[in-house]
Structures are given as C-alpha cells and as structure tokens.
C-alpha cells in the first residue's frame, strides 16, 4: 500500500506509517513496563508506533532510545527531537523532527466513517463548520466531514499540546477544509500562554482520505516560530 504520512508532511520532518502490527515489533526495556498493563490490543499498537517511531528517528541519525508517556499520555520524545504519533483500525503512524528545525508536529488518523451518533456532531463541531459540512456531504459523499473535522483537530491539539502543556478543547478550534487540495486550516481562541507567539493560533495542515482512512497532519517550522516574550 502507498504510504500515506510521507506525502502529508515535508522535510525535514520524516514521516512512518504501516497498516498491520505484528508480534514482531518489540518493545524496549522500560517500554515493557509502561506496556504490561495493556490488553493485547493496546499492547501490539503501542509497539506498532513506537516502531515507526525508531524507524523515523533512525533516519534523523538519533539512536534508539524509550519511548514513554507524559503525564498526559503524551509521548515522551528524545532530547532535541519533536514528534507525534497516532493509530487506528488498520493503521498506525508517526513523524518525527529535530528540534532545532521544527517547533510542533502532530498527526491524527480515524478510519473513513460516519460519526456513530449524530448527537456527537454538536460536540465535535462548531456552528461554523457545520454549515460547510452539510454542503461537502451532498458535494463529496465519500468522505466523512465531521469525522475529519475531529480528525484535523486532534493533529492540532497534539501539536498544541507539545509546546503550550495546555489542554486545547473542540470547541476552541475552528478548522475550515479545502475538499480538493487536501488541505486546511485552523485557528484556535485559546491563550498558548505568556512565553508563546500568536503564531500558535492559527495552522495550516494537510489532510488524506485513502485506504478507507482519514489522516490529518499539521506542523510549525522553527523559522515561523514568533520569538517568545521576555
């Protein structure tokens, strides 16, 4: 199958997706641990990522080194490197960057269905973004808008996340989506925090529907970067 993490993010960010975990992908010594308390499940997808992880960190010439869990649940990067990681049915996928080049990433994939409850479009979306998606859902069927909508803004929350430590709700997010470039863009009304630019509200990102998957993908250079205040 093409890849599909390759062609949403640019260098010097290196992007690795697979679509079946296996046995096989082991873990390291202190990713053991963290994964003892994993159904079977859980377990092979935690390894999954994690070995696209390695493989992508390989690339950027970084050794091999645990990856953990934040207090968040977040991934715990090596220093000097950023990164993102998701997974679903079918499907797993992380990117990873040298810090001193990139400031964020994050990366989110959902499998290419309609919301299970329809109640959920309320919480999923705003006001704004439903009117476009009632239009693209008769335009462009094959597609779930609102799942991708939740989609790009769980690849925004992440990317958020690694740099403010702030949590980041649906409802503070905004996405507008191109349905033909495959690209979009968000803005958030919530404060990064002193010591963060303005540049942190506002995102442009990439998204991909193949292989009955939606995949979403943002990142901010360090060149973008608005200097931090004083």
Request: charged share 25%; net charge negative; aromatic share 6%.
């Amino acid at each position: 199958m093409a890849k599909i993490i390759e062609e949403l993010l640019d260098r010097p960010i290196v992007g690795i997706d697979g679509f079946h975990a296996s046995e096989e992908m082991g873990l390291l010594p202190d990713e053991e641990i963290v994964a003892s308390s994993l159904s079977h499940e859980r377990r092979l997808k935690f390894a999954a990522v994690r070995s696209c992880a390695r493989q992508g960190l390989r690339r950027l010439g970084v050794s091999a080194a645990p990856i953990l869990r934040g207090a968040a649940g977040e991934p715990v990067w090596p220093s000097g490197v950023v990164g993102s990681m998701t997974h679903c049915s079918g499907y797993h996928a992380a990117a990873v960057a040298r810090a001193d080049h990139v400031v964020a990433i994050g990366i989110d994939a959902e499998v290419n269905s309609p919301l299970r409850y329809r109640e959920m479009l309320d919480l999923i979306t705003t006001e704004e973004e439903r009117a476009w998606i009632s239009e693209f859902e008769s335009e462009h069927p094959d597609v779930s808008w609102a799942r991708l909508v939740f989609t790009a803004k769980e690849s925004l929350f992440k990317a958020w996340f690694s740099v403010t430590r702030q949590p980041l709700g649906l409802g503070e997010i905004v996405v507008e989506v191109n349905p033909l470039s495959g690209e979009f863009h968000a803005r958030t009304s919530a404060s990064p925090g002193r010591g963060h630019g303005a540049l942190l509200n506002r995102w442009s990102g990439r998204w991909m529907a193949r292989n009955g998957l939606l995949v979403a993908a943002v990142s901010m250079r360090r060149s973008a970067q608005v200097p931090e205040e004083g």
